[in-house]
């Protein structure tokens, strides 16, 4: 279940500098030390040495903060997320939460403003949310109308000033205005995902909101204005199983989604609506797409899978290209998360131009 960060309005600009990102990626996975992370320069540099201090079980979500500075990783044995600072490696862990989430993590997210850091998760109240500030803060208070089922995917909008939790047991996704705490819970959609929900993940102008599910048509996606929109018509050709892991590219034009079956991971053009399905890669993942995430500049994509290499990542330029060299050390069992950092190996912000202006093309 993979969630996209997006950085904040001073990290934003009107274009996307051209030629691979000079970036790290990281995967969360089965076995110890249960995420993995590499140098990213159209392809896989020597792996990062493991955290000094690891995750203490399967690990599912991951994201980094948008100024890179951060990774957080969320997973199923107490104390359910770990969070350490990032300069090129794993610095040392943070102390665990004050208040832990209630049961196993699914999915982790900051916000943009870098202020809050989400997670969903198993128990009531299924969401649950901290300040972050080199660290966890005293949690927020739970939303007064939690979602109604196991929490699975949770993302901030662009702005911040909302989030969106995806959850099985119906209405399947609950989203709810945010301002370091959870206003009252947005009326759901007129339609509804058709079943648990898995992933929810915003456009980067903020204008629409896809949620991937289990049963057909597996992906809907709706405008989102502080609210739900009219869903739109559902994709030409559908993903052909359980939609798990969903992210828009930095662009917006394109929306990619893993699922269940093969081809395991299904692409689309997007613009307020699906395009035709785009060419399945050439060389597939060979298993269920469980992680999607696009990295800053969106000349590539990468999908966290079941089966070796548990990664596997694409040149992406209005489809896949020729699937890049696995890493040379695996991750350790069945890939989940998959993040790309925002920041070179230099530590200077990639893809991305501070920008003075307040009107802005594209969030990164």
Not at 108 to 136: I, L
Not at 142 to 162: E, H, K, L, R
Not at 296 to 301: I, K, Q, R
Not at 351 to 358: H, K, M, N, Q, Y
Request: a negative charge; proline letters at 11%; glycine letters at 12%.
């Amino acid at each position: 279940m993979a969630v996209s960060a997006i950085l904040p309005s001073e990290y934003t600009t009107s274009w996307a500098k051209s030629g691979p990102d000079m970036t790290d990626i990281a995967v969360t996975h089965q076995f110890a030390p249960f995420v993995s992370a590499y140098p990213w320069s159209a392809g896989f540099g020597t792996k990062y040495a493991d955290p000094g201090t690891t995750p203490t079980g399967f690990g599912f979500g991951v994201g980094f903060s948008p100024d890179s500075a951060n990774i957080a990783i969320a997973h199923v044995t107490t104390p359910f997320v770990s969070a350490y600072p990032w300069s090129d490696g794993f610095g040392t862990k943070y102390a665990n939460p004050g208040v832990l989430p209630t049961g196993s993590c699914y999915s982790v997210a900051f916000s943009p403003s870098r202020n809050d850091v989400a997670v969903a998760h198993t128990n009531t109240p299924r969401v649950s949310v901290y300040p972050w500030a080199s660290g966890f803060g005293t949690k927020y208070t739970n939303p007064a109308t939690v979602p109604t089922g196991i929490g699975i995917g949770v993302a901030f909008s662009p702005s911040g000033d909302d989030v969106a939790v995806a959850h099985f047991t119906t209405p399947f996704v609950s989203a709810y205005p945010w301002a370091s705490g959870f206003g009252t819970k947005y009326a759901n959609p007129g339609v509804l995902p058709a079943s648990n929900g898995e992933s929810p993940a915003f456009s980067p102008s903020g204008a629409d909101i896809a949620i991937s599910h289990q049963t057909t048509p597996f992906i809907s996606v709706y405008p989102w204005a502080s609210g739900f929109g009219t869903k739109y018509a559902n994709p030409g050709t559908l993903p052909p199983n359980t939609g798990y892991a969903l992210a828009f590219s930095p662009s917006g034009a394109d929306v990619v989604i893993g699922h269940l079956n093969t081809p395991f991971v299904s692409a689309y053009p997007w613009s307020a609506g699906f395009g035709t399905k785009y060419t399945d890669p050439g060389t597939l993942p060979p298993g269920n797409g469980r992680g999607v995430s696009f990295s800053p500049s969106g000349a590539d994509v990468a999908i966290g899978h079941q089966f070796a290499p548990f990664v596997s990542t694409y040149p992406w330029a209005s489809g896949f290209g020729t699937k890049y060299a696995d890493p040379g050390i695996l991750p350790a069992g069945n890939g989940r998360g998959v993040a790309f950092s925002f920041t070179g190996p230099s530590g200077v912000l990639n893809a991305v131009e501070p920008c003075l202006f307040t009107e802005t093309t594209y969030y990164f």
